[in-house]
């Protein structure tokens, strides 16, 4: 037991295994690992701290590490938590989710008037697709459109006032 307490009396295995333990991370992705890498640093720091007593026994050590490794993952799962609920989700939004961004159409056909609708029927390419859309207002080819709405199988644009 001797032997454990000289070589964890030296801060620099703490440190060294935190550094290690963050590092996995970036192999094994999975957030926890990371949490435990801030415990095994904060022990690190604290062994530092104390380096003006006669030793940190292990036992005192475990238990910083088993305090710190707490602190962290509480930390961890606010801030997940926290972000969590900071970012809006898409999930099952549809079509309606790209209402006001900015697109530009790639196709005109013949206006709308033609086929006794309002406006002029055209094609924008959103992503990696092209869609139908519906503008009250004539539209060219390479213009920049804002999305309105989602409705009847067709984007309702407008084209961009720059």
């Known amino acids: 037991m001797e032997f454990l307490n000289v070589i964890f009396n030296n801060p620099w295995i703490w440190l060294i295994l935190g550094v290690i333990v963050m590092g996995l991370e970036l192999i094994v992705p999975g957030v926890y690992l990371f949490w435990v890498g801030g415990g095994l640093i904060t022990t690190g720091v604290s062994v530092v ?10 036992a005192v050590q475990i238990i910083i590490f088993v305090v710190a490794l707490f602190g962290w993952v509480l930390a961890g799962i606010y801030l997940q938590n926290r972000a969590r609920q900071a970012a809006p989700s898409a999930l099952n939004a549809g079509l309606s989710q790209y209402a006001g961004r900015h697109v530009q159409v790639v196709q005109v056909f013949a206006d709308a008037h033609q086929a006794s609708q309002p406006g002029c029927l055209g094609r924008i390419r959103l992503e990696d697709t092209t869609y139908g859309v519906i503008s009250r207002h004539p539209l060219k080819e390479g213009q920049f459109v804002v999305i309105l709405a989602y409705q009847d199988g067709k984007f309702l644009v407008e084209p961009t006032s720059n």
């Open 49 to 58: 701290a104390f380096a003006d007593l006669p030793g940190v026994p292990l």
